[in-house]
């Protein structure tokens, strides 16, 4: 997926505000939902579904999806809309209580819980169990996500996992090490091959470093590698968890990089980057040696012909622990819809072998079915040599926690506070224990 599609829960937590598209957006939007209004009046018996991709490829592939859908089932008519994503929660919300949601929506993994809380979905248990769709056919990761309770509130089509390191390999090969292995851990020996990647010119000035975040700076994965999480529960959390000794020596390792060993960029030094967005233009550029994320960036970097890459598990954790963040999608069936059985239909194909292989092929997504993405659609589709390790980085992927308010913890109350420390004011030992302790008080009622 492009940047903002996906990203799960780590992805949208540190994507910046980009402020310059909203009046455009805010104009598309109110267009598509005048759109869906008129769609209702002019056909009462078609299928209404909401998607967020902003893939030109694969925005093509969904509306010859729907085609193909409605060939196989004579009289079923499917009206598609592309709601961009940084609006899409908030105007499906609003066209729910207006009485004018679609059918069918596609659901980001984390976004799920918001929509999910406030009654949204319906419960696809019993037409799943009727139509003999197994549950053992998805990553367990992915469907779990979007069953609370044992019960199935959406059918997910994608994983997306966000472990993976990008690496330059002509950039290895410059400095003469071998390339990174899934063996490998953090601080060592990832800290001394970040001070061999780095290059300084005549003057001393840094040209180049080896480590980077496509998106706004973030240390999550370096707390879920460490055996952290966020709360201290994902599933009933009671308080948070930011401030435990893994999440401090997490937190601490990232602002290394940066302030103490110079291998990563700084904020400043990223935005001032005037290439394109940020340190993914600068991965394509030569310009960092590695970066973590996931599997939607490779037909990019496809496209830049002197860019030679592959990618890498993250590294293990200094406790023998590993994880990473996670997003995917899904589609749901919306509470009011009045077509039922043949939003279904529309939902179960979507989800189908057919339909994902199609969008597998695009190379931006990792399959929510384990056939589809153990197949050759997905294995062979455009991305790195070692596409392969994703097929098993569900395992130890982890979304946000589910319960209410946690993007306003996150991304109002956490991400304000942490960009002191990433712009070097602060340490993580300096803002987390206080904010940690505040948080608690406000949110979750620790005294």
Same mark, same amino acid.
């Given at each position: 997926m492009e940047k903002g599609e996906k990203l799960g829960y780590s992805w949208l937590m540190t994507l910046p505000k980009i402020d310059w598209v909203r009046p455009k957006i805010q104009i598309i939007c109110l267009f598509?939902?005048?759109?869906?209004?008129?769609?209702?009046? &002019?056909?009462?018996?078609?299928? &209404?579904v909401a998607i967020f991709t902003s893939d030109v490829d694969s925005i093509k592939i969904f509306n010859n999806a729907m085609r193909q #859908?409605?060939?196989? +089932?004579?009289?079923?008519?499917? #009206?598609?809309?592309?709601i961009p994503y940084n609006d899409f929660q908030n105007k499906i919300t609003t066209m729910?209580?207006?009485?004018?949601?679609?059918?069918? %929506?596609?659901?980001?993994?984390?976004?799920? %819980?918001?929509?999910?809380?406030?009654?949204?979905?319906?419960?696809?248990?019993?037409?799943?169990?009727?139509?003999?769709?197994?549950?053992?056919?998805?990553?367990?990761?992915?469907?779990?996500?979007y069953s609370p309770g044992g019960k199935i509130y959406a059918l997910p089509t994608d994983i997306a996992p966000f472990?993976?390191?990008?690496?330059?390999?002509?950039?290895?090969?410059?400095?003469?090490?071998?390339?990174?292995?899934? =063996?490998?851990?953090?601080?060592?020996?990832?800290?001394?091959?970040?001070?061999?990647?780095?290059?300084?010119?005549?003057?001393?000035?840094?040209?180049?470093?080896?480590?980077?975040?496509?998106?706004?700076?973030?240390?999550?994965?370096f707390l879920l590698d460490n055996g952290g999480y966020f709360t201290d529960s994902d599933e009933n959390p009671t308080r948070?968890?930011?401030?435990?000794?893994?999440?401090?020596?997490?937190? &601490?390792?990232?602002?290394?990089?940066?302030?103490?060993? +110079?291998?990563?960029?700084?904020p400043s030094q990223v935005s001032n980057f005037n290439f394109g967005q940020g340190a993914e233009d600068m991965f394509a550029n030569g310009l960092v040696a590695m970066m973590p994320s996931g599997i939607w960036h490779t037909p990019k970097f496809l496209k830049y012909k002197d860019l030679s890459f592959d990618v890498v598990e993250f590294p293990w954790g200094p406790h023998g622990t590993r994880?990473?963040?996670?997003?995917?999608?899904?589609?749901?069936?919306?509470?009011?819809s009045k077509k039922k059985e043949q939003a279904w239909i529309v939902i179960k194909e979507l989800a189908g072998e057919d339909i994902e292989a199609q969008v597998a092929q695009t190379g931006l997504v990792q399959?929510?079915?384990?056939?589809?993405?153990?197949?050759?659609?997905?294995? =062979?589709?455009p991305g790195p040599a070692s596409k392969k390790i994703l097929l098993n980085m569900p395992n130890e992927a982890h979304f946000g926690p589910f319960m209410k308010n946690w993007n306003e913890i996150w991304y109002g109350q956490v991400g304000p506070a942490m960009d002191r420390v990433w712009?070097?004011?602060?340490?993580?030992?300096?803002?987390?224990?206080?904010?940690?302790?505040?948080?608690?008080?406000?949110?979750f009622g620790v005294k």
């Open positions: 598509m939902l005048l759109l869906l209004a008129g769609c209702k009046s &002019r056909d009462e018996n078609a299928v &209404r #859908i409605e060939s196989r +089932h004579p009289g079923l008519k499917i #009206i598609l809309a592309n729910m209580a207006a009485g004018n949601a679609p059918d069918v %929506v596609s659901t980001e993994a984390n976004n799920f %819980v918001d929509l999910y809380q406030r009654g949204a979905f319906e419960d696809l248990t019993d037409l799943a169990k009727r139509d003999g769709i197994d549950p053992d056919s998805f990553y367990a990761t992915i469907l779990k996500r472990g993976l390191v990008y690496y330059n390999k002509k950039i290895f090969d410059e400095v003469g090490l071998p390339y990174p292995t899934s =063996k490998w851990k953090w601080p060592e020996p990832l800290l001394s091959i970040c001070q061999k990647l780095v290059k300084k010119d005549s003057a001393g000035k840094l040209v180049r470093w080896a480590w980077a975040d496509p998106y706004a700076t973030t240390a999550e994965n948070l968890a930011l401030d435990s000794d893994r999440a401090l020596e997490a937190f &601490r390792f990232r602002w290394d990089l940066i302030y103490t060993y +110079h291998v990563s960029p700084t994880g990473w963040g996670s997003g995917g999608s899904g589609y749901a069936m919306t509470k009011g399959p929510a079915l384990v056939k589809v993405a153990q197949s050759d659609a997905f294995l =062979k589709s712009n070097g004011d602060k340490t993580p030992e300096q803002v987390l224990p206080k904010l940690v302790k505040d948080l608690n008080r406000k949110y």
